[in-house]
């Protein structure tokens, strides 16, 4: 799991140097690893090459899966995926709002309980409350300067270090050993038309994309595309609601509240999943 720093480096000089398309042994010494050993690394951890990912991170790849009808219309519930891939739509996750008096007193008279975990996508904090998650953050920086984040927003919750059984069930989504009797209970803090944004987010399929106005269009929201850009930045469950599918509607990554190098390592790694699977 380590290996996503490495990886993260990589995507970021690619980035970088796209428009002069870099060689595998330009990309390799970027990160200090030779050709041989960066692209078994990379095919370790993505499932292809590092040539065949980057063909997912293409401004013209990123179009053409906006400009398919499903991956902007949320008609359907939760679609389904791949069995046994671990897939965020093979479960049934709901989204639980905070009462009006937790949401304006900052947590009063809850217990959040947090611990800190490794994925594929980096180093994270879980937190939880007795009714699910309400918190993933992702980090490259401190343990103490993560954890100074999640009590700023729980400023009067009693935090603990401790790993519960809400924290337990995305431990095993992310290790992809989750079974389909587990279900991934979210208890969210936020307005109701940010909780409204989040919920569309969790439609948008594994693998597809889609932009700022088609999920106002979706929430029956058409002029407030701005808005809607500021919720998906307030979301505090980082991968679990995947906000990171949502982009510019020229193509372009954007921005994302835990990097842009991870946002493209997700949505190149979601894609490579899906490609193999409909191949």
């Given at each position: 799991?380590?290996?996503?720093?490495?990886?993260?480096?990589?995507?970021q000089?690619?980035?970088?140097?796209?428009?002069?398309?870099?060689?595998?042994?330009?990309?390799?010494k970027?990160?200090?690893?030779?050709?041989?050993?960066?692209?078994?690394?990379?095919?370790?951890?993505?499932?292809?090459?590092?040539?065949?990912?980057?063909?997912?991170?293409?401004?013209?790849?990123?179009?053409?899966?906006?400009?398919?009808?499903?991956?902007?219309?949320?008609?359907?519930?939760?679609?389904?995926?791949l069995?046994?891939?671990?897939?965020?739509?093979?479960?049934?996750?709901?989204?639980?709002?905070?009462?009006p008096?937790?949401?304006?007193?900052?947590?009063?008279?809850?217990?959040?309980?947090?611990?800190?975990?490794?994925?594929?996508?980096?180093?994270?904090?879980?937190?939880?409350?007795?009714?699910?998650?309400?918190?993933?953050?992702?980090?490259?920086?401190?343990k103490?300067?993560?954890?100074?984040?999640?009590?700023?927003?729980?400023?009067?919750?009693?935090?603990?270090?401790k790993?519960?059984?809400?924290?337990?069930?995305?431990?095993?989504?992310?290790?992809?050993?989750?079974?389909?009797?587990?279900?991934?209970?979210?208890?969210?803090?936020?307005?109701?038309?940010?909780?409204?944004?989040?919920?569309?987010?969790?439609?948008?399929?594994?693998?597809?994309?889609?932009?700022?106005?088609?999920?106002?269009?979706?929430?029956?929201?058409?002029?407030?595309?701005?808005?809607?850009?500021?919720?998906?930045?307030?979301?505090?469950?980082?991968?679990?609601?995947?906000?990171?599918?949502?982009?510019?509607?020229?193509?372009?990554?954007?921005?994302?509240?835990?990097?842009?190098?991870?946002k493209?390592?997700?949505?190149?790694?979601?894609?490579?999943?899906?490609?193999?699977?409909?191949?």
């Amino acid at each position: 799991m380590d290996h996503y720093k490495k990886i993260a480096s990589a995507i970021q000089f690619i980035q970088k140097h796209s428009t002069s398309q870099p060689e595998l042994e330009e990309i390799a010494k970027s990160v200090n690893l030779s050709p041989f050993h960066f692209q078994r690394l990379f095919t370790e951890w993505a499932g292809v090459s590092p040539k065949q990912f980057l063909q997912y991170l293409t401004l013209q790849n990123a179009k053409s899966i906006l400009s398919k009808p499903e991956s902007t219309l949320f008609d359907a519930a939760f679609e389904t995926g791949l069995s046994g891939t671990g897939r965020l739509h093979d479960l049934f996750v709901k989204i639980e709002g905070m009462t009006p008096g937790e949401y304006k007193n900052g947590g009063e008279n809850l217990t959040i309980r947090y611990s800190f975990q490794k994925s594929d996508f980096g180093d994270y904090l879980v937190a939880s409350t007795e009714k699910g998650i309400c918190n993933l953050y992702f980090y490259d920086i401190s343990k103490d300067q993560i954890l100074s984040e999640l009590y700023s927003q729980w400023n009067h919750a009693h935090l603990v270090q401790k790993q519960d059984e809400n924290q337990d069930r995305v431990i095993r989504f992310f290790d992809k050993t989750l079974t389909d009797r587990d279900k991934i209970k979210l208890h969210m803090r936020g307005t109701d038309f940010q909780i409204k944004v989040w919920e569309a987010l969790l439609k948008i399929p594994e693998g597809s994309l889609s932009s700022y106005s088609a999920i106002a269009n979706s929430i029956e929201q058409e002029n407030a595309s701005r808005a809607v850009g500021t919720a998906i930045g307030k979301n505090p469950v980082g991968y679990l609601i995947p906000c990171h599918r949502v982009i510019k509607n020229t193509g372009g990554i954007g921005e994302y509240r835990w990097g842009s190098e991870r946002k493209a390592a997700m949505i190149g790694w979601e894609r490579t999943k899906t490609e193999v699977f409909q191949t």
